[in-house]
């Protein structure tokens, strides 16, 4: 069903790693962190979830999936992770560019909002639906880590819906969990929601974001993943053994991997690559086209709503 995981030695999230170690992020010699690789295919994600099912109970196996570029990509770049991080970039180093849809980080919020609403999503590979689905078939829980706020999660889960992906059946059990949203943790008492006076200096985490966590998706506001993954572990009805992560952005696959393997559990990161040519061509590519794709839909809303 599942080929075995072949090992990418020299992934660039070695390089990665290596910083956090000199940092002091990671406090485990280098040979093992061993569970890291770059993939294009997500068969790779489910085969090193088969072999942990070998080894532990599945109900105690978490797999925990991204979503931008890695679960579902845009079908145009108009509103991509791509788009945002190109976005963000211009509103703090070039201010006066005419590409800017956006004065403000929360107008661009608000933009990427309006874009989530009217726009829709395929699976990077045509296939990923099927093989997540069965991957829930062994009965493993499952966990979305995105960095989406809760604000988008009406959006978020249409999309996932009309994808025929389900992680509500596999969600991650947990208790003392607010319905809709809530602040991850309180800087003053950060034990009480799973995390260590030490890890917030570690990970740099100040005043907390809203977030949720509701059907198996957890909307992060951007916050450093691998601290909100503990959160979320603090509160889990059960503990888990084993957790396979997939991401394609280097920097989460990273956090992730190091928060969780600091606390000596077992995991398995992959950084997956099957949207980076995509997200190559818009970066070095021209934008005129989703300039004017923007300037056409501000055009009607404008003229509508006047
Ligand atoms: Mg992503």
Excluded at 38 to 55: I, L, M, N, P, R
């Amino acid at each position: 069903m599942f080929a075995v995981p072949s090992r990418c030695p020299k992934s660039t999230l070695y390089g990665w790693i290596s910083v956090l170690l000199v940092a002091g992020l990671v406090q485990v010699s280098p040979s093992a962190a061993g569970g890291l690789s770059d993939t294009d295919d997500f068969a790779e994600v489910g085969a090193a979830v088969v072999q942990y099912a070998h080894k532990f109970d599945p109900a105690r196996i978490l797999v925990v999936l991204d979503i931008d570029n890695t679960l579902l990509a845009m079908n145009t770049p108009l509103g991509s992770d791509q788009w945002f991080e190109w976005q963000r970039y211009l509103i703090e180093n070039e201010p006066k560019s005419k590409f800017r849809v956006a004065d403000s980080f929360a107008g661009l919020l608000e933009a990427q909002g309006l874009l989530y609403n009217i726009s829709h999503m395929h699976p990077p590979q045509p296939n990923l639906p099927g093989l997540v689905r069965r991957l829930q078939q062994l009965g493993i829980r499952t966990l979305v880590l995105t960095s989406r706020g809760p604000e988008y999660r009406a959006a978020t889960e249409r999309e996932f819906k009309l994808n025929h992906y389900d992680f509500a059946k596999s969600a991650l059990p947990v208790h003392n969990i607010p319905c809709g949203e809530y602040l991850p943790y309180d800087p003053n008492k950060p034990e009480a929601d799973g995390l260590t006076a030490g890890e917030l200096k570690l990970y740099h985490l100040n005043s907390p974001r809203p977030i949720s966590y509701e059907d198996g998706i957890l909307m992060t506001a951007g916050q450093h993943k691998g601290a909100m993954l503990l959160t979320i572990l603090h509160d889990a009805q059960e503990d888990i053994d084993a957790i396979v992560y997939d991401d394609d952005n280097e920097r989460h696959v990273a956090n992730v991997y190091a928060a969780v393997l600091a606390r000596g559990k077992e995991i398995t990161a992959f950084h997956y690559t099957r949207e980076d040519n995509n997200v190559k061509k818009f970066n070095y590519g021209s934008k005129d086209d989703v300039n004017r794709r923007w300037k056409q839909l501000s055009n009607v809303l404008e003229e509508v709503l006047q």
